[in-house]
């Protein structure tokens, strides 16, 4: 009978440790477990014709990074009639062009601190997706301000300038401008607008490789994060005919487009 009593006090006893043990580790499980991880499924098909996106609402870019992934549908040659196109334009004085030299199709930017400059060592006219960003630092008006173009994460060219300029300050349009012109004949993905001018070393971090990381997560060498003010991620997430700002509110309107140009063609 006492070995019996032994058993069933041991038995309890084991019965209780494990319950315990078990509601530790689902806590354990449940502190730790793994965060989802990034997938990027989709991006953005324009048809070089009318296709583009229009903001809900205006911002102001005095300065900071713009970001984005772009894949052209022609090459080469082909580009002779194509070659000429607007990822992003806000108003009249900034605007990101993609301009045909009658050789390449190379970054060329617009912008009342800078001025206008190019990267004539880049060629993206080649059926391939390519990552460009944009930073602009420095002072107020008069003041020396810098700004770079990175193509693939490798600069392409920098310009410093004293201009005085007036913050441009619009709706945003991707994939043309606003005088129904320069529509972008290709694919767009993972655009990001920050307020501050992000580092090489944070332009090299989110190229990675050619593979398009999450913008709203600092990691290894980008720390930036915060200020990140639009993102739009051209389709993941998505519902047509709303492209969704993932960090704001600026939610961008598909315009001559259809659901169909939500196509599983990104970047990796």
């Known amino acids: ?14 019965a209780k440790v494990n319950s315990a043990a078990k509601a530790t580790l689902g806590k354990i499980g449940s502190i730790d477990a793994p965060a989802a991880s990034f997938v990027n499924t989709y991006s953005l098909d324009f048809d070089g014709t ?8 205006s911002i102001t870019f005095d300065r900071g990074t713009i970001a984005f992934w772009q894949k052209t549908h022609f090459i080469g040659s082909e580009a002779e009639g194509d070659g000429n196109f607007i990822p992003f334009h806000l108003d009249s004085t900034f605007y990101i062009y993609m301009s045909w030299n009658s050789i390449i199709t190379r970054p060329y930017v617009i912008h ?16 391939e997706w390519h990552h460009i960003a944009l930073t602009i630092a420095g002072g107020g ?10 193509v693939d994460g490798e600069v392409g060219r920098t310009v410093t300038s004293t201009r005085t300029y007036t913050a441009p300050s619009d709706t945003i349009k ?6 129904s012109s320069y529509y972008m ?3 767009l993905d993972e655009l990001g607008i920050w307020s501050s001018a992000l580092s090489g070393s944070e332009i090299t971090a989110i190229y990675n490789s050619g593979a398009p990381t999450d913008l709203t997560v600092d990691a290894g060498n ?4 915060g200020s990140l003010t639009g993102y739009w991620r051209m389709g993941d ?13 600026n939610d961008m309107e598909m315009t001559n487009m259809g659901e169909e140009d939500l196509v599983e063609d990104v970047p990796s």
Request: charge should be negative.
């Open 222 to 225: 980008y720390v930036s994060s």
């Open 1 to 14: 009978m006492a070995y019996a009593k032994i058993n069933s006090i041991t038995n309890a006893n084991m």
């Open 112 to 127: 009342p601190a800078s001025g206008s400059f190019f990267d004539n060592t880049s060629d993206i006219a080649d059926g």
């Open 174 to 179: 991707f994939g043309g401008n606003f005088s």
């Open 141 to 150: 008006s008069g003041a020396e301000n810098t700004s770079i173009i990175y």
């Open 185 to 187: 004949d290709g694919n």
């Open 50 to 57: 009318n296709d583009h996106l229009v903001s809900g609402s």
């Open 237 to 249: 997430g998505d519902t047509y005919s709303t492209i969704e700002d993932n960090v704001g509110s």
